[in-house]
T-cell receptor, first 114, second 108 residues
Framework: DAGITQSPRHKVTETGTPVTLRCHQTENHRYMYWYRQDPGHGLRLIHYSYGVKDTDKGEVSDGYSVSRSKTEDFLLTLESATSSQTSVYFC?????????????FGPGTRLTVL | TQLLEQSPQFLSIQEGENLTVYCNSSSVFSSLQWYRQEPGEGPVLLVTVVTGGEVKKLKRLTFQFGDARKDSSLHITAAQPGDTGLYLCAGDNNDMRFGAGTRLTVKP
């Protein structure tokens, strides 16, 4: 298994509070991704990173920001959580580009915004 | 509207039966991937198909990429309870997009 961990694994928070999710990898892969998974929608890309301090928006980036200060860590921040951001969040990594290489997924973080 | 439509959404069968699930789109993809996801875990890649008409086999699983590279199917022969999970397809069109998945339950 690819060395990807996510923390926390579960979180319950209130509307309007900031939330940060962490993804940590031990594979030294260049690309890291944040997805959300919702019933009926599959996995949707929020943001991705192609190197330290290099990030770009995905399909559903509104209300989210990311940071990557080290190769191994990719943080996802919900600046002011809303109930529509209740979801399961997955981090993924790949060595090649977004459409060129196998993505390995972490175990997910279940976030509930009340 | 999903770029990739997967059908059926849910499928419940008995051990030993055969099944086919589908992944359809109006877009052409340079490649298509199939993943399996178990409860509480992230998706795991099963196969990547690249060439139109390509067929790949992985033990009891047979994957086919449509000739026009717009659709794909996954056939499972003699399903087992261990095949239970969410099967996701993902198409590469300079941007990887996922379908919503088929949730398969195989009863002993």
């Amino acid at each position: 298994d690819a060395g990807i961990t996510q923390s926390p694994r579960h979180k319950v928070t209130e509307t309007g509070t900031p939330v940060t999710l962490r993804c940590h990898q031990t594979e030294n892969h260049r690309y890291m991704y944040w997805y959300r998974q919702d019933p009926g929608h599959g996995l949707r890309l929020i943001h991705y990173s192609y190197g330290v301090k290099d990030t770009d928006k995905g399909e559903v980036s509104d209300g989210y920001s990311v940071s990557r200060s080290k190769t191994e860590d990719f943080l996802l921040t919900l600046e002011s959580a809303t109930s529509s951001q209740t979801s399961v969040y997955f981090c993924a990594i790949s060595d090649g580009g977004r459409s060129q290489d196998t993505q390995y997924f972490g175990p997910g973080t279940r976030l509930t915004v009340l | 509207t999903q770029l990739l439509e997967q059908s059926p959404q849910f499928l419940s069968i008995q051990e030993g039966e055969n099944l086919t699930v589908y992944c359809n789109s109006s877009s052409v993809f340079s490649s298509l991937q199939w993943y399996r996801q178990e409860p509480g875990e992230g998706p795991v890649l099963l196969v990547t198909v690249v060439t139109g008409g390509e067929v790949k086999k992985l033990k009891r699983l047979t994957f086919q990429f449509g000739d026009a590279r717009k659709d794909s199917s996954l056939h499972i022969t003699a399903a087992q309870p261990g095949d239970t999970g969410l099967y996701l397809c993902a198409g590469d069109n300079n941007d990887m997009r996922f379908g919503a998945g088929t949730r398969l339950t195989v009863k002993p």
